[in-house]
């Protein structure tokens, strides 16, 4: 079963990508990138103070790529790390089928508020 299959799941995805960029500004941003529209990198670091090792994750968008679809597609890897790239694509194709014109929207304002200000 995918995570992400009804309109109420669109909504709780949208607010938890909205609550990331009011919380994580840092960790998304534009880069020119030549073979793809955009990366989620996963860092796993040592973290000494505690002996543990923490993974934190960096999202890259190229700023003329395919915006909105990318900004799915990053997210679903960021929420769902074990997702396959195949799924990770069915996911953001379902999501971008069934966005409302007001969703696509609030995406745009948020992203524009929030991380690329
Ligand atoms: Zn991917």
């Given at each position: 079963m995918l995570p992400i299959y009804s309109d109420k799941d669109i909504k709780n995805f949208l607010r938890r990508m909205y609550?990331?960029?009011?919380?994580?500004?840092?960790?998304?941003?534009?880069?020119?990138?030549?073979?793809?529209?955009?990366?989620?990198?996963?860092?796993?670091?040592?973290?000494?103070?505690?002996g543990e090792m923490v993974y934190t994750d960096v999202i890259e968008l190229s700023p003329k790529g395919e915006l909105i679809p990318t900004i799915i597609h990053e997210h679903i890897h960021h929420f769902y790390p074990f997702l396959s790239?195949?799924?990770?694509?069915?996911?953001?194709?379902?999501?971008?089928?069934h966005m409302s014109a007001r969703q696509i929207k609030s995406i745009m304002k948020k992203f524009g508020e929030t991380v690329c200000y």
């Open positions: 609550r990331f960029w009011e919380n994580n500004p840092e960790k998304v941003k534009f880069k020119n990138m030549r073979d793809t529209h955009g990366l989620c990198w996963f860092i796993v670091e040592n973290d000494e103070e505690h790239e195949t799924n990770v694509i069915k996911v953001e194709k379902y999501v971008m089928k």
